[in-house]
């Protein structure tokens, strides 16, 4: 069933390329507002001027989700903008595969940074908003990751579980009009696989 989305506000994070853009084109398509946040600005100006063109409504902000403030004025900023959040989807993600015997653990705290930390950042600045409201939707993009553990991956899965089972202690916690969903991809054709260190697994 389609969920009719024209008027909706939705704000997306990791909207430069890849799921994120993806969806944020899908959903200025379908009529919704979307709200643009990633680190690469000239990337986003691209999507955005494109969705322009064909007619959808589109703002977007530089955004580092590692940065609790930065989340923050991203989600005023939708709403500054187009008057109402209906939905934040939490897609920015990091994927630097490494054996954890590599021991590269700088790489390690920007998974958590970004993965986790990223996600927990654009719920506290979402929240608020849709508990005002009283409805809102809190979309938490995760992997299959999260459920099928590889070698060369022990952190980024550990990260993507963190947010499959905070995802879930959230929807068990919140009603009045505010869901919560998760969702996790395959293997989708993306820059993620770019951030991998090894040169042997980027093969």
Request: glycine share 10%; charged share 25%.
């Amino acid at each position: 069933m389609e969920i009719p989305m024209e008027g909706k506000v939705i704000a997306i994070t990791g909207a430069s390329s890849g799921i994120g853009e993806a969806v944020a084109r899908h959903f200025a398509k379908a009529g919704a507002a979307v709200m643009l946040g990633a680190r690469r600005l000239h990337r986003l100006e691209v999507v955005a001027d494109e969705i322009r063109r064909d007619g959808g409504r589109v703002a977007l902000q530089r955004l580092d989700v590692t940065r609790c403030e930065d989340v923050e004025a991203f989600v005023q900023e939708a709403v500054a903008q187009f008057g109402r959040l209906d939905v934040i989807v939490n897609n920015a993600g990091v994927m630097p595969l490494s054996p954890v015997a590599d021991l590269k653990v700088e790489e390690w705290d920007r998974m958590v940074d970004v993965n986790l930390k990223g996600v927990l950042y654009g719920v506290a600045a979402a929240l608020p908003v849709f508990r005002t409201q009283g409805s809102g939707h809190i979309v938490n993009v995760t992997s299959v990751a999260d459920r099928r553990i590889v070698p060369t991956a022990a952190v980024y899965s550990a990260t993507k579980f963190a947010v499959r089972a905070f995802s879930e202690g959230l929807r068990q916690e919140i009603g009045g009009g505010i869901r919560v969903t998760v969702v996790a991809p395959g293997a989708t054709e993306s820059e993620l696989a770019n951030g991998i260190s090894d040169p042997e697994l980027r093969r």
